[in-house]
């Protein structure tokens, strides 16, 4: 079959296991750069142009969207729908997964269980809500962060005005959380694709870190979910609609909670953690995907 994948540089780890594993399995695999992409709605000759050439279209598309470029991944994604080309990643779950408190509203929706938060607009309402919140530390992110970036810890009120007036300053808002001091820098990454959990891993912030990121130095080792876990995951990836998806959940007193759910997760740190082939069941998922 023919697979392209759309991914900013066939070099990154993931897409490099992307290509692999189709070309093991027999399938022509190729990268494309959506940097480079542009949607063109052109009666007869609609098509998704490439440095302005219409792109040779695949039978399947692996979108792999950075979070530096969401809008036009997903206008890209949209092409594809247009073109009637299957591929892996709805367009709706992509851009409600890049915003933590969306998918955070739809979780709880679902009355899936997720940590206290608060969405504010100004450093007035950061001020009231930690009030309301009555305990310190709190944990203040931006909307779209990833590998940690934009995630800070506030002991006082004092550190939490001057962390929101930053943030503030990159983003029009900002999200309020609890710590869940109890997690002691641990959370849980487990990989969907469709409706199976494929992998699984904790990942363990660094000496006098809590955040849990793997780009912030973290370690990471495989674990087995209970089937209750596997379930929660596998409802929240289903709730938002993201069919390959890193499902993160940080363990509660209250029992896991659902921190936030990644669209393009990377490979690398859970494919060495645990030795699934991963990459293989994406490109298994796809290729069934296409020919239903
Ligand atoms: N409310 C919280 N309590 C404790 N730790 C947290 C909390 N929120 C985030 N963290 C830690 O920070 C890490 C990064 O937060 P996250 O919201 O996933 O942002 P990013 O998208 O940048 O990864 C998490 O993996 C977790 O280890
Ligand atoms: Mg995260």
């Not at 206290?116 to 779209?144: D, G, H, N, W, Y």
């Not at 990942?203 to 209970?226: D, P, W, Y």
Request: glycine share 8%.
């Amino acid at each position: 079959m023919q697979i392209t994948i759309f991914s900013r540089g066939p070099s990154l780890y993931s897409t490099s296991r992307l290509v692999e594993a189709g070309r093991t399995r027999g399938h022509q695999t190729k990268v494309i750069d959506h940097a480079c992409c542009s949607p063109s709605l052109h009666g007869e000759k609609t098509a998704l142009l490439l440095n302005g050439k219409p792109l040779k279209l695949p039978e399947v598309a692996i979108p792999r969207i950075g979070a530096n470029i969401t809008s036009r991944g997903a206008a890209v994604i949209r092409q594809l729908d247009t073109l009637g080309i299957p591929h892996t990643m709805d367009v709706q779950a992509l851009l409600l997964a890049r915003d933590k408190m969306a998918s955070l509203q739809v979780l709880a929706a679902h009355h899936l269980p997720v940590p206290r938060t608060v969405l504010c607009f100004s450093v007035r309402e950061v001020r009231t809500a930690a009030l309301r919140m009555e305990q310190f530390p709190i944990v203040v992110k931006l909307l779209e962060s990833t590998h940690g970036v934009g995630v800070a810890l506030a002991r006082s009120l004092y550190e939490l005005e001057r962390i929101a007036e930053g943030f503030l300053h990159l983003q029009d808002r900002v999200i309020l959380q609890e710590y869940i001091e109890e997690s002691d820098g641990r959370d849980i990454r487990a990989f969907i694709v469709g409706n199976r959990v494929v992998a699984a891993m904790e990942r363990k912030a660094m000496e006098g870190e809590f955040r849990a990121n793997i780009h912030r130095g973290a370690s990471a080792r495989a674990v087995q979910l209970s089937e209750k876990d596997k379930d929660l995951c596998l409802r929240a990836a289903a709730a938002l609609g993201v069919e390959v998806a890193g499902v993160d959940l940080i363990p509660s007193n209250r029992g896991p909670l659902l921190m936030e759910i990644n669209a393009s997760p990377g490979l690398e740190g859970i494919e060495t953690a645990t030795e699934v082939d991963i990459a293989g069941a994406i490109i298994e998922y796809a290729v069934n995907k296409a020919q239903l």
